[in-house]
């Protein structure tokens, strides 16, 4: 793909048809509107466009069909795998200003909100009518709605709501023409016909741009525990796992990282577990509606299993935002302590134990100067994968090892049946391995729904696959 240029008076057409102020071209705002969390890339947009209404999205693509000029749509620029990348002198359009939450249907308990609401303005939002929307992570402060839905957002509360598809009643969007459409509404039901609105969740921003969304809301949790346990290694979390699913509660979150993981956030955030105990694996466990006796039983039989070797829970909800803290602090410590090499992947849970134990000997084997940081919510199968540069390998030199290391991670995952991307999407970062994960059936379809509705090639060019 060639870098974009600027047709003749291109500018000023786009500015035309948005509000006052709404087109920056000052290298600051390039620089910070072009690029999400990936490091592996330069941001290099042509120019940055803030619109403020659908209508005017659906303009501005507009302008762009008819110069044939590539556009990135871009959210919260939380993504990890470059999605929201803007390499070749693309036109950003930032929903940023679409933020509108409109009020929330307490009887339907659904809520229509703009593409740029934030994650956490929207749980805010539904809170004083006792309802949420269910998909929680560590960057609901600045991820977006459009994004989220972008890309299928996961999470830590999976295991028990589902990803973004689940919670999405109806959508709209722009399309590579600048033609508006919605699908569906408020409505639980609607069979008439194909689901359309699943063709564009997940799809990275490739096919059209989500400006709305009619969002399912749930009633707020009653009564959480959250507890965090030591382990002595991840088949020991799986089993941990295994007999969490059995009790007699419901569970809403079981994630875990390592001891380096745990070491990295200490040393940046001078954050410690709340015991002596020290262990290779830990687990954060959030329960929900646990009935007092039923619990204590539980927690004690963990204990004469050998199912843990120590644990607290938590008794307030400061020591709740402690422990959760642990888990959601990592990504932000590793990369304040090092420059980590950030892999998403999904495994079947019943995978999860060889699959690490394959993946230890080979980097022990090939890599031995890497450390691994590994979390995740192994609850649903996703596991992070961490590897950290060592302190005295060049930058180049340490991605050249990691693009070669990818290749052997990835076999792995192939061989388990896994997925090369388990939240993150594919972007730019792992554009390289979907056919790890897809057939070449699969992959030709994508290919014919891509070129079907976006013929010229303008939305997010790049990204996902070539061509």
């Known amino acids: 793909m060639t870098t974009a240029s600027l047709p003749d008076g291109f500018l000023a057409r786009l500015e035309r048809e948005l509000s006052p102020d709404s087109l920056l071209v000052d290298e600051s705002d390039l620089v910070e509107y072009g690029r999400d969390r990936t490091r592996m890339f330069e941001p290099h947009p042509s120019a940055i466009a803030l619109p403020r209404t659908a209508d005017e999205v659906a303009a501005l693509v507009r302008v762009c069909a008819e110069a044939r000029f590539p556009v990135v749509p871009s959210g919260g620029r939380t993504g ?82 589902g990803s973004t598809r689940q919670w999405v009643l109806g959508l709209e969007t722009v399309l590579a023409d600048g033609k508006r459409i919605r699908m569906g509404g408020a409505l639980e039901k609607d069979n008439a016909g194909a689901d359309l609105k699943q063709l564009f969740i997940g799809s990275e921003g490739t096919l059209g741009i989500v400006t709305a969304a009619t969002l399912k809301l749930v009633r707020l949790p009653e009564k959480l525990d959250v507890f965090l346990f ?105 990369a304040a302590t090092g420059l980590p090499y950030k892999n998403d992947v999904a495994l079947p849970i019943a995978r999860l134990a060889p699959f690490c134990a394959e993946l230890d000997r080979v980097f022990q084997a090939r890599y031995p100067d890497f450390e691994i940081c590994l979390f995740g919510h192994l609850g649903d199968g996703n596991l992070h994968v961490n590897v950290m540069k060592p302190e005295a390998m060049e930058k180049e030199a340490f991605f050249a090892k990691t693009h070669e290391a990818d290749q052997e991670l990835f076999r792995l995952v192939q061989a388990h049946q896994g997925s090369v991307s388990a939240e993150h999407g594919i972007g730019l970062l792992k554009k390289p391995y979907l056919g790890y994960t897809r057939s070449a059936a699969e992959i030709a379809l994508l290919r014919a729904i891509k070129r079907e509705l976006d013929p010229m090639g303008i939305l997010n060019p790049g990204k996902v696959f070539d061509g």
């Open 230 to 334: 030591a382990v002595p290694d991840l088949a020991g979390a799986v089993r941990l796992l295994i007999d969490a699913r059995r009790a007699p509660f419901t569970l809403t979150a079981f994630e875990h990282f390592t001891d380096r993981c745990l070491a990295r956030v200490e040393r940046h955030r001078r954050l410690s577990p709340p015991f002596d105990t020290r262990a290779s694996h830990y687990v954060l466990l959030e329960l929900e509606r646990a009935q007092e006796a039923a619990l204590e039983r539980w927690l004690a039989s963990l204990f004469e299993r050998g199912l843990i070797a120590d644990g607290v829970q938590a008794q307030s909800a400061a020591q709740t935002k402690e422990l959760w803290a642990l888990r959601e602090n990592i990504s932000e410590s590793l």
């Open 80 to 161: 990890l795998a470059g999605g929201a990348m803007a390499t070749r002198g693309e036109l950003v359009v930032s929903l940023a200003r679409l933020n509108r939450l409109d009020p929330v249907d307490e009887i339907g308990a659904t809520v229509r909100v703009e593409a740029g609401a934030v994650t956490e303005a929207v749980h805010r939002h539904a809170a004083p009518a006792g309802l949420t929307w269910p998909i929680d992570f560590a960057a609901k402060g600045s991820s977006q709605v459009g994004g989220n839905i972008a890309t299928n957002a996961g999470g830590v509360k999976v295991i028990r709501y």
